[in-house]
């Protein structure tokens, strides 16, 4: 007879277990309405089309520049695929994540995992590598976007910068933080790229 204390033991170790599933699913909600809205595209097939000639954030990525994490997910990608080939539900893509340099297999893998998922194929019942593997590399992937989306010039930077239009013309012990903070927004505005654009601005490393 198992023990209250055991079955404590038990019941929350198992619930402790990531849910790769799930967190892929939600992620990849992020990732569609993102993808969606910077091709213009409701088309899965079109949208990726596009995706894969937005190149820049890939080349920063092959010249070590961006997604520095995202090469070791990537191998071991290329490992899984090479045993197991995914079923393409686009056609046009052989299945397998050729090499750690493949972004636009990479692009097809994530599309191919989601298709799994939402289907109902055995990926929505069983643990795979798969689906592991699909968020570790869409986690970093958009990780990356975000955190240049949030870089860029918003409505709130505009409304301060309009009122530092005004605060920085007045006389008074302040002033001078004032054309200082101005001087900074009116470089981010003239520097900042486009909020859907992020992925086609090259990084700086300095």
Known sequence: MVSVTESVIYVWFDRST????????????????????????????????????????????????????????????????????????????????????????????????????????????????????AYESLYIFMAEVVSRMKYTFRTTDRVRLDELAVLSGLDGIRQEMYVTEKARLHQKFIQSPKLWNVDMVRVRKE
């Not at 990608?77 to 340099?101: C, F, M, Y």
Request: hydrophobic residues 40%; glycine residues 6%; contains cysteine.
């Open 18 to 133: 990531i849910e790769y599933r799930d967190l892929f699913m939600r992620l990849y909600v992020a990732y569609n309405a993102w993808y969606r809205k910077v091709t213009g595209k409701d088309n899965d097939y079109e949208a990726i089309q596009i995706l894969k000639e937005r190149f820049v954030i890939w080349d920063d990525y092959l010249q070590g520049r961006s997604l520095d994490a995202l090469r070791q997910v990537l191998i071991r990608i290329v490992i899984q695929t090479a045993n197991t080939p995914l079923k393409s539900e686009l056609g046009g893509w052989s299945g397998r994540v050729n090499d750690s340099d493949d972004w636009r297999g990479l692009i097809h893998f994530w599309y191919e995992v989601r298709c799994g998922l939402f289907h109902g194929s055995s990926y929505a019942v069983e643990h795979t590598t798969e689906v592991q593997l």
